[in-house]
Structures are given as C-alpha cells and as structure tokens.
C-alpha cells in the first residue's frame, strides 16, 4: 500500500525566505508523485507532478520539486515566499495506473506568510 | 478551471435523513470520485468511477453510496446521515493529460 508523510502541519516563514514543505512516501512501484494547493474555502488546485520523467519538477507560481528515490522524498521548495503563497498543500501519491489515479493524500501543511 | 461544478455547496442536514451531492463535469472525463477532507486526515477516497455503472469502493466507503448513469454526473448518497459524516466533499475528475486529477471546488456537510 502506498502512503505519504509530511513532516509539519504548520510551516512558518518569512515574506522573501525560502519555502520548504517537505513530503516522503511509501509506494510498492515506482510513484507519480504531485503536490496540489488549497487556498481558503477552494478545492484543490494542481502545483506540479512527477511521473518518472526530469527529477527536478517545475511546477505553478515558482514551486518545484525534486524527487529522491534513495530518500524516498519529493519535497516542495520555492526560492523567495510571497504573501499570496499563504494556503495549504498537500502531498499525493499515486500507482501510476494510468487513467485510475487513485491519490493517496498526506495530512496537508499550513503555510503561513510571515511580513 | 476543469468544468466540475458540485451541488449543494453548503448543506446542513440531520441524523438519519438521507443526503445526496452532485457532482457535473463538462469535460466527459471517463474517471470520477468522490473524496472528503477532514482535518488532520487531508483527503480520503470514498468512491470512484470508471465509467457509466462501473463504480468501486475507495478507503472510506461505509455509510456511502454512488451513481453513475450518464458519464456527466457522479452522485454520492448518504442513506443515513451521521454525525462522524460532516465534512467537506470533494469531486474530481481524471483529465486525458496523464496523470492528473482535477478537482471541484467541494460540497460543505454538516450533519446536526
């Protein structure tokens, strides 16, 4: 069974610092790996996925993530936070059943923009 | 924006009555589920649909049942609602790019 952790529920940090939400996974065959973003009262929009291609994923609004198969992670990063990144992100996994994507979802981080 | 609408967005309901959400897409996607979110838990599978009448379980299913007569609309129906059931649901639908799921902007529950 394929699962996801992410390591904080609450991530702080400042306008203009770096954001580091990190998410590591558990999966049987080799994953599709994506990160979506919830703003307030909003569904889920997609930021960016993985499916075996380029390691390093560029995704929406200056996100990226890098996949590591030896550490079993694929953590979102972003250079320099704006205000407007103030949402919550979720970690998802899939088997890659193409056309089936069942998303295994982790618990979701709270990101908040410190002025 | 993926062409998903969900109805009602907002329903308050008691215990025991049944309850049925709605989910439309545009897009004539041939895959659609139903997920809830609660805190502390992110999103949970409660059903999913691989065609019209072609439905199967997903992790959370008790208490819940689904529909699929026209490749359109995905029904999620609570034949007696419960407290544990008030959440907030959300449908999606698999997009032809690869891998890709969209969802809608989600159905809010509260079971009195």
């Known amino acids: 069974a394929q699962s996801v952790t992410q390591l904080g529920s609450h991530v702080s940090v400042s306008e203009g610092a770096l954001v580091l939400l990190r998410c590591n996974y558990s999966?049987?065959?080799?994953?599709?790996l994506f990160w979506y973003v919830q703003y307030p009262n909003q569904g889920l929009q997609l930021l960016l996925k993985?499916?075996?291609?380029?390691?390093l994923v560029k995704g929406i609004n200056g996100f990226e993530a890098e996949f590591k198969k030896s550490e079993t992670s694929f953590h979102l990063t972003k250079p320099s936070a704006h205000m407007s990144d103030a949402a919550e992100y979720f970690c998802a996994v899939s088997d890659g059943d193409f056309g089936n994507e069942k998303l295994t979802f982790g618990t979701g981080t709270r990101l908040t923009i410190i002025p | 924006d993926a062409g998903i609408t969900q109805s009602p967005r907002h329903k308050v309901t008691e215990t025991g009555t049944p309850v049925t959400l709605r989910c439309h897409q545009t897009e004539n996607h041939r895959y659609m589920y139903w997920y809830r979110q609660d805190p502390g838990h992110g999103l949970r599978l409660i059903h999913y649909?691989?065609?019209?009448?072609?439905?199967d379980k997903g992790e959370v299913s008790d208490g819940y049942s689904v529909s699929r007569s026209k490749t359109e609309d995905f029904l999620l129906t609570l034949e007696s609602a419960t407290s544990s059931q008030t959440s907030v649901y959300f449908c999606?639908?698999?997009?032809?790019?690869?891998?890709?799921?969209?969802f809608g902007e989600g159905s809010w529950l509260t079971v009195v």
């Open positions: 649909s691989y065609g019209v009448k072609d439905t």
């Open positions: 993985y499916t075996s291609a380029a390691t």
């Open positions: 999966s049987s065959v080799p994953p599709y």
């Open positions: 999606a639908i698999s997009a032809d790019t690869g891998n890709t799921i969209y």
